[in-house]
């Protein structure tokens, strides 16, 4: 034990005005009453240390800090009477204090020595708390004391304080839980006291405003306090490492992964107490029940480093996780550089990257498997089992981290479901979430389940379309290129067969070459003689080539370049179909790709339903209207504005694809066309087709109209109204287009579009007459060029 004075706080804290003093009494009194009531053996013990203390004939109230050296033996049996009785002193950390000053005057060695390292000039414990932390808790603690004692009433519960520092040799967190222990101390009110609202005084006290209070209606002066005060240091490290863990669990957000898994590897590394130890987490994510890769490094990276894609392939990588978590097993090496040989190649990729001592620990939570971490050093440094021992206590909550990661992983799949391949979209999914909420009741109440319909009423439709020009047109003519392409290869081929081995059958098959490719030079090929032709190249000169080869080994060179042809053909993979295809995909990627970009802006000006959906171009609907957001006031400027987005989308939209021409293959234009629509329609959710559809007759007219416009002439024209490098609006009334014309004109004056708008009459459809329309161009970089 050691009796010197030493200041607990370290940093300069605020005199409190308290009349505070050392005394034994509040401990003679207590002593007394546990004599009176003791049954046990502990009863000599109080008796013998009752008699020590009356020897000294300790009548005046308090005694100076400066004279307690005189009172050794009352302090050596007071440790006595309240240290647990087996405990080394070098094995706790107790002390007394001056009753609500940072003043320690006796205590144990590991008390002190804690308080020492702190303090020296070579500090290996370094405390961050503030004076204003300590003067806060210390009011805290000496107004609920006083409360208690003079007012019988109950703050809110205290916690015990956390004292967090990093310990300088190792670089990492250590946590203390200061324990005061305030049984010793008597509280005397100088004269009379005030009333308090204790409905109130509770209630501040919750929201930590109440001692502010306190210190105003019931000043200090008031009161004195006399005993000692008993403090217990205990090391909460491993508790708070967990804890942190737990508090990163339930905080997280997808956006804050990689701070929070820097802060889960520090607590880790905080709770083994070795800072060159090192971590890395790989939870264990399925789709189908498959395993699959997942994409957050938690840690140093080993594992994705030797599991991830950049080693294995998807196949690999799930029969080998399959195989893992089907029996998941335990792995320790000090030194796996001392490993045999049969774990050889297994330990090659730590090995290479410089890892010395590795452990891999399957998770779980809920007995099942949830993932791995490693537990691994660098280079020369190494570590045993007990590092393993010490992690133990932390598993249940990396399982539930990984849990969590899990269930995200889950979610985001589900919700990109939602997003790209069903009519649930943000913007509606209040409404839908209304729906099976009702489902839900009518079911938990055993109700007849029935039918409701999500609907929504007077939205205002817009539809734009990104056509390839002419695709069908094109499409045929690579079709009909790549048959008398190849046609010409086989008559060729068949040629040179009946000149070296002539046959009856060889003449008939260069005989049918000849008059299909006459078929295709005349432009009479039909869907049902592209399928007769094809079956004559499959199923009629395939099978007899193939047999001519195994007769003629000879001949097998000449069939075989044919055949390969042949296959590539079948495949797409080369010709003028091929070309097609490969610039087509290469606009719609590029067109998709914009809209996913734009959608996003599209629901910060007003939450709108945006459908795209794929033709030999790209099609939308979009619906904007008070009844899809009832929550927000929709005003006719949130129409105008999709409006503007909508004629500078399609600005946007002809310059993108207009830059893919020296990468195309193929040249192919696009045309873009708006449909004005003024009027609302009413939409109603189609379970059955999964898709949102319009309601009524006269809603429904508006899609049939859509679906005859694509391919409209001006009237008394042969011309075709959509042209590529051009933007066409479609509408019925001069006021239809009100509020597209100043847009017009704004985009022009950006030189976004040029100075050539046309307002055109289109001929009659079918059910359709009176149909308008503004053609306008866009304008290019070589056209501000010029």
């Not at 290479?352 to 001592?357: A, D, K, L, Q, Y």
């Not at 489902?439 to 390839?468: M, Q, S, T």
């Amino acid at each position: 034990m050691e009796k010197l004075t030493l200041d607990v706080s370290r940093i300069e804290v605020a005199n409190m005005d308290l009349d505070t003093a050392i005394s034994f009494q509040p401990f003679i009194n207590r002593l007394r009453d546990r004599i009176r009531n003791e049954q046990t053996a502990k009863k000599a013990l109080y008796e013998q240390v009752l008699a020590t203390y009356e020897q000294y004939h300790l009548s005046q109230e308090e005694i100076p800090l400066a004279e307690m050296d005189r009172y050794e033996p009352l302090l050596d049996q007071m440790y006595a009477c309240l240290s647990p009785a087996m405990t080394d002193e070098k094995e706790l950390a107790w002390a007394m204090n001056v009753p609500f000053q940072p003043v320690i005057f006796y205590g144990t060695t590991m008390f002190y020595e804690l308080m020492r390292n702190r303090r020296d000039d070579h500090d290996i414990y370094v405390v961050t708390k503030n004076p204003e932390d300590y003067d806060r808790d210390r009011l805290k603690l000496l107004y609920s004391f006083v409360l208690q004692e003079l007012y019988n009433f109950q703050a809110p519960t205290q916690l015990p304080e956390v004292h967090a520092g990093i310990n300088l040799s190792t670089g990492l967190l250590q946590y203390y839980a200061m324990r005061v222990n305030m049984d010793y101390l008597e509280v005397t009110a100088k004269g009379p006291l005030p009333e308090l609202d204790f409905n109130e005084l509770y209630m501040r006290m919750s929201e930590a405003e109440g001692y502010d209070i306190l210190m105003e209606v019931l000043p200090l002066s008031l009161f004195k306090v006399r005993g000692i005060c008993i403090l217990t240091l205990t090391d909460i490290t491993a508790e708070k490492a967990i804890e942190n863990i737990e508090g990163v669990r339930l905080n997280r957000t997808p956006d804050n992964d990689d701070e929070n898994y820097k802060n889960v590897i520090k607590s880790l590394k905080t709770l083994v107490r070795n800072n060159q130890v090192e971590f890395d987490l790989f939870p264990f994510v399925r789709v189908n029940n498959e395993p699959v890769y997942g994409y957050v490094k938690g840690g140093t990276g080993i594992l994705y480093e030797v599991w991830g894609e950049a080693r294995l392939t998807p196949e690999v990588f799930r029969r080998q996780a399959k195989g893992y978590f089907s029996n998941p097993s335990f792995f320790f090496s000090p030194d796996i550089f001392s490993e045999k040989q049969q774990r050889q190649d297994y330990l090659d990729y730590f090995r290479n990257m410089g890892v010395r001592s590795l452990a891999l620990v399957p998770v779980f939570h809920n007995h099942m498997p949830v993932g791995v971490v490693a537990i691994h050093t660098w280079e020369d440094a190494s570590f045993d089992e007990k590092i393993i021992v010490l992690l133990q206590p932390a598993m249940a909550a990396i399982g539930r981290l990984l849990q969590i990661y899990i269930d995200e992983f889950n979610y985001e799949i589900e919700s990109i479901i939602k997003e790209k391949f069903t009519s649930i979209q943000p913007s509606v999914q209040w409404k839908f979430n209304e729906v099976a909420w009702q489902y839900l009741h009518d079911r938990k109440r055993h109700l007849p389940e029935k039918e409701f319909n999500i609907h929504f009423d007077n939205v205002y439709p817009l539809y734009g379309a990104v056509d390839i020009r002419n695709s069908t047109i094109e499409r045929n003519k690579a079709i009909v290129a790549d048959l008398d392409a190849h046609l010409s290869l086989l008559e060729g081929t068949l040629t040179t067969l009946q000149e070296r081995y002539p046959s009856s059958l060889l003449e008939e098959m260069i005989y049918k070459s000849s008059k299909w490719q006459e078929i295709l030079s005349s432009d009479q090929l039909y869907a049902n003689d592209e399928d007769k032709l094809n079956n004559f190249l499959r199923k009629e000169t395939t099978p007899y080539l193939t047999h001519l080869a195994m007769q003629h080994p000879e001949s097998k060179p000449l069939i075989d370049e044919y055949l390969k042809v042949l296959e590539a053909f079948n495949n797409s993979t080369t010709g003028e179909k091929y070309s097609l295809e490969v610039s087509m995909q290469l606009i719609n990627e590029a067109v998709n790709e914009y809209f996913e970009h734009e959608k996003n802006q599209l629901q910060s000006l007003y939450p709108c339903y945006f459908e795209k959906f794929r033709t030999d171009g790209v099609e939308y609907d979009a619906y904007i209207g008070q009844s899809i957001a009832p929550k927000q006031t929709f005003n006719h400027f949130h129409l105008k504005n999709l409006r503007l987005w909508q004629l500078s989308s399609m600005a946007a939209i002809a310059r993108i694809t207009r830059a893919l021409l020296p990468n195309m293959p193929k040249v192919l234009r696009t045309t873009q066309l708006i449909f004005v629509h003024n009027h609302t329609i009413d939409i109603s959710f189609r379970a059955d087709e999964r898709r949102f559809d319009v309601e009524g007759a006269y809603n429904i007219r508006y899609q049939m109209i859509k679906k005859r416009i694509d391919k409209v002439r001006i009237k008394d024209t042969e011309e075709r109204l959509t042209q590529p490098d051009k933007i066409v609006l479609i509408y019925f009334d001069e006021k239809d287009v009100e509020d597209y014309l100043p847009f017009i004109e704004y985009l022009q004056e950006k030189q976004t579009l040029c100075h050539d708008l046309e307002y055109l009459l289109l001929e009659d459809l079918q059910g359709l007459s009176g149909l308008k329309a503004l053609r306008v161009s866009v304008m290019y970089e070589s056209s501000l060029n010029d």
